[in-house]
């Protein structure tokens, strides 16, 4: 009986796979699905009584490329309150009799060219790097050889509910998802960087002594030599000029085209951290070159022997070289490849974060090119963020930072009050 019944099941089931399923037709148009919840980014703006923004945004083309090349697009507008607006000088009056081209700046800058993923930004150590809509078609990033209009980036993160941008906190995070864009209001109005590293140091009385050492040694290493000078290779030493990588550079054989060829963070050491290291003036720090200029250009050798090529090296650059470049002059050029961003805010600068950050990964040979990794160690005190070396000279005291997260087209910019000074200098 058992057996029967099996067989009719078997039976059945056979007769079903055969069965062709039946649907009808479908009529009527397709009813498109919207969200009940989303509100347009014109009312939210109204509810949240941010009407200065939306006064910039109705003088700019934004609004004509939400409605056409940006319909669909991922973005996210970052709002700054009508408060925020009236503090940097913005007000309704200025902004009316704004330029389009002046407002387009504003609103772009504060435009992401992405959705942020609140989970993925969560999950994240450190800040994460966010286009935004803003760009230099004036001014290139990268070099003659390769290059595409300069962008202007935003670096996030999101700490006990607060919101950082570029390292300081800018309000609550908390997203508005509108029909247009998703929308965080913020408490602070954003100003794009306007000069350089360079420049903007240049601006700074402090900073006068730091300037004309790296100046000096510019200076020097922008020579030519014959091959019958001593040391022999020293003929052409401009990859070892450091001004060129904190300014501007310019393309030699079309004097219009400028760049921004490099991105870093910046400890500049201040006059009062020379004199605190007992050099009263940038002529005595200078004269440290003197002793050593014969070795300039030669070979350095690791702890066991191996030799590498390495940048071109005055003795002070011992020091300065991990105040605008993280000691990166130490690493040989052959074959070492560009490295890792150092672009670095405040927020980041933590021992968890970057105790083993890598900055150049090891090559095939790591006698020869060993791993370099972040030379410096991180500490808050009383507020203040401290930094010091790994290997620092025995007895040195931590730099506190008396002046953090100034932006600059091409990174960061800290003031310390220390120098940086390596075990045997």
């Known amino acids: ?36 919840d989303k509100k347009s980014l014109d009312a939210l703006l109204m509810d949240s009584k941010s009407h200065l923004f939306k006064i910039a945004l109705d003088g700019s083309t934004v609004r004509t490329l939400l409605d056409k090349e940006w319909k669909n697009l991922p973005l996210t507008f970052l709002v700054p309150s009508d408060a925020a607006f009236t503090a940097a000088g913005m007000t309704q009056e200025k902004l009316k009799n704004m330029s389009t081209a002046a407002l387009d700046s504003i609103v772009l800058y504060h435009v992401l060219a992405d959705k942020i993923d609140t989970a993925n930004v969560h999950a994240t150590y450190g800040s994460v790097r966010l286009k935004s809509k803003l760009e230099d078609k004036e001014l290139r990033q990268g070099n003659q050889y390769a290059s595409s209009a300069y962008s202007y980036y935003h670096y996030l993160a999101i700490t006990a509910k607060k919101i950082l941008l570029n390292g300081k906190t800018v309000g609550d995070y908390r997203i508005e998802n509108a029909v247009e864009a998703d929308v965080i209001f913020i408490d602070t109005f954003l100003k794009k960087p306007e000069k350089t590293l360079w420049q903007t140091m240049k601006t700074d009385s402090r900073l006068s002594m ?64 020379f004199i605190k290291a007992g050099y009263e003036t940038a002529a005595e720090f200078i004269r440290l070159n003197d002793a050593h200029w014969k070795y300039r250009g030669q070979y350095l050798r690791f702890s066991d022997g191996a030799p590498y090529n390495y940048r071109t090296f005055h003795k002070n650059d011992s020091v300065l070289t991990y105040h605008h470049g993280w000691g990166q002059r130490y690493y040989p050029t052959d074959g070492g490849g560009s490295g890792f961003s150092t672009v670095f805010f405040s927020n980041d600068l933590t021992n968890e974060y970057l105790g083993d950050y890598i900055l150049q990964m090891e090559s095939y040979d790591p006698n020869s090119q060993p791993r370099m990794t972040c030379p410096y160690r991180f500490s808050r005190e009383n507020g203040k963020l401290k930094i010091s070396l790994k290997n620092a000279r025995k007895g040195s005291e931590p730099a506190t930072v008396v002046e953090q997260d100034i932006l ?3 990174g960061p910019l800290y003031l310390v009050d220390r120098l940086f000074i390596p075990n045997k200098f």
């Not at 058992?2 to 078997?10: D, E, G, Y």
């Not at 030493?237 to 079309?254: F, G, H």
Request: a negative charge; glycine letters at 2%; charged letters at 20%.
């Open 1 to 36: 009986m058992n057996r029967i019944i099996a067989l009719l099941l078997l039976l059945i089931a056979v007769v079903s796979c055969k069965q062709e399923e039946y649907m009808p037709e479908p009529y009527g148009e397709k009813v498109p699905y919207v969200e009940k």
């Open 210 to 273: 730091f300037l004309e050492i790296v100046e000096a040694n510019d200076d020097s290493y922008a020579q030519s030599f014959s091959l019958d000078e001593d040391p022999w290779f020293v003929y052409n030493m401009e990859e070892a000029v450091m001004k060129n990588q904190l300014d501007l550079s310019v393309d030699p054989y079309n004097p219009g085209a400028t760049y921004i060829s490099h991105q870093t963070s910046v400890f500049a050491p201040t006059n009062e951290a």
């Open 408 to 410: 600059t087209l091409n």
